[in-house]
């Protein structure tokens, strides 16, 4: 009688302990993460948006075809975002000579607290100092990849969030900085050259925000991104300060196959926007930026920047695609 008692006490615990395991292992479960629809990204249509910008003609700051362009964003900007902003400011270039810019801002869920941004110049620079024919280096430059191609991806994802709203507890800004592009001209000897001298509009953006005392989660900077065969390394500032954006970034990339562009080494240190909003805003910002291998070190950029012949035809709307999907995933499942 003892060992039969024994034997259906220890049946009752057993059935007692899965009875009240049960629910402590369905409440302490993670909950399923909830299954993202990312929408389609047209990178047919984002061409189409470089294309204008190029059609409008060189973007130099002061020139018409700068403020056709600047009208042009806005009125898009306005069909597809909750709100637009538009931040006129004054600076001086590598010789004094003062300038006027304008950095644009489209905003989606402009009152949600948690932000991320998306950042690409729109201004093309006024030298082909690169240039490999001497005689063409104080023309200015069309910026289809330096500038233009940002700028088309994010246009296009304006469009699409439109369209497909992100959910309400996320905001994006989508910044159009002036005057990244007006640095000292390799030519001039008479001019020290300075870093300061690049990034203009981000540098007075990441000092007096659009909205005083704002904040964000991250920010994606987009340089020359639309190019054939585009190679992606980890920049080294990008690493430095903000590795967590960065990984995210790339390994979503890696998972949706983009590995051969996206590549998993760092790559040379460059002085761009995601500096000054790093450092100046306190934003952990990357810089997804078409640098060279050690293979080809006559420039560490890709070989149509800052020439002539950085112009529509350089661009690929297949590489545009691959951008604007791996960002549109890493916004949809934030």
């Known amino acids: 009688m003892r060992k039969l008692f024994m034997i259906l006490a220890v049946a009752v615990a057993l059935v007692s302990c899965g009875s009240d395991d049960s629910p402590k292992q369905t409440t302490g479960q993670k909950a399923e993460k909830k299954k993202v629809v990312v929408p389609a990204f047209d990178g047919t249509a984002a061409y189409g948006y470089v294309k204008q910008q190029c059609d409008f003609g060189p973007r130099v700051p002061g020139a018409k075809a700068h403020q056709d362009c600047a009208a042009w964003l806005v009125a898009t900007l306005r069909d597809f975002c909750d709100t637009v902003y538009e931040q006129?400011?004054?600076?001086?270039?590598?010789?004094?000579?003062?300038?006027?810019?304008?950095?644009?801002?489209?905003?989606?869920?402009?009152?949600?607290?948690?932000?991320?941004?998306?950042?690409?110049?729109?201004?093309?620079?006024?030298?082909?100092?690169?240039?490999?024919?001497?005689?063409?280096?104080?023309?200015?430059?069309?910026?289809?990849?330096?500038?233009?191609?940002?700028?088309?991806?994010?246009?296009?994802?304006?469009?699409v969030m439109?369209?497909?709203?992100?959910?309400?507890?996320?905001?994006v800004d989508l910044i159009f900085f002036d005057l990244e592009d007006y640095g000292t001209p390799k030519w001039d000897e008479t001019t020290q050259h300075d870093d300061m001298a690049w990034g203009l509009g981000s540098q007075y953006w990441s000092k007096k925000p659009h909205i005083s005392g704002y904040k964000a989660y991250f920010g994606i900077l987009l340089d020359m991104v639309g190019a054939s065969n585009p190679r992606f390394p980890k920049e080294y500032y990008s690493q430095r300060d903000a590795a967590w954006v960065l990984n995210k970034v790339w390994r979503t990339a890696r998972e949706m196959g983009y590995t051969q562009s996206f590549i998993n080494e760092i790559g040379d240190p460059i002085n761009d926007d995601h500096i000054y909003m790093?450092?100046?805003?306190?934003?952990?910002?990357?810089?997804?930026?078409?640098?060279?291998?050690?293979?080809?070190?006559t420039s560490c950029f890709y070989p149509y920047w800052h020439t002539v012949n950085d112009n529509i035809d350089q661009i690929d709307a297949k590489t545009l695609q691959m951008v604007g999907n791996v960002l549109m995933t890493v916004i949809y499942n934030e």
């Open 88 to 159: 006129d400011f004054m600076t001086r270039i590598y010789n004094g000579e003062g300038v006027e810019g304008k950095n644009i801002i489209g905003s989606f869920n402009p009152n949600a607290k948690k932000r991320i941004i998306v950042a690409a110049h729109w201004d093309s620079r006024p030298f082909a100092d690169n240039d490999p024919d001497e005689s063409n280096w104080h023309k200015p430059i069309d910026g289809a990849n330096d500038g233009a191609s940002g700028c088309g991806i994010m246009l296009e994802m304006a469009k």
């Open 162 to 171: 439109k369209a497909n709203r992100i959910d309400d507890h996320l905001g």
């Open 278 to 297: 790093t450092h100046y805003a306190g934003i952990p910002t990357i810089d997804i930026i078409h640098l060279n291998g050690d293979d080809d070190r």
